[in-house]
């Protein structure tokens, strides 16, 4: 079982930035792909993106895409979320993930505990 822990969620301004982390207790955890996903108030949960074992490649969602990157830290079993031109949509609880690929579609299999995120008008 792989235990996640967010970190870096806050409260910021339209435009600002905030970078989430997530640490993986895992020994390996370059075995694994990771995800980070969200869920706003009263919606369902919904992918942003995930990277590869290697971190070689990522994918977004489109409403995040050119805004947000993903990254991780083998060596450190890290993996981050760097949020820029934060809009207030973009107002949710954010969940890291490790991840498996179904079809053109990513689900998460094991989960943080969330971080909230707020991006006031």
């Known amino acids: 079982q792989v235990q996640l822990i967010e970190s870096g969620g806050g409260s910021v301004q339209a435009g600002g930035s905030l970078r989430l982390s997530c640490a993986a207790s895992?020994?390996?955890?370059?075995?694994?792909?990771m995800a980070w996903f969200r869920q706003a108030p009263g919606k369902e949960r919904e992918f942003v993106g995930r990277?590869?074992?290697?971190?070689?490649?990522?994918s977004y969602a489109d409403s995040v895409k050119g805004r947000f990157t993903i990254s991780r830290d083998n060596a450190r079993n890290m993996v981050y979320l760097q949020m820029n031109s934060l809009k207030p949509e973009d107002t949710a609880v954010y969940y890291c993930?490790?991840?498996?690929?179904?079809?053109?579609?990513?689900?998460?299999?094991?989960w943080g505990q969330g971080a909230q995120v707020t991006v006031s008008s």
């Open positions: 895992i020994r390996t955890v370059s075995d694994i792909h």
């Open positions: 993930a490790v991840a498996h690929q179904e079809g053109s579609s990513w689900r998460g299999d094991s």
């Open positions: 990277i590869s074992r290697s971190g070689g490649s990522t």
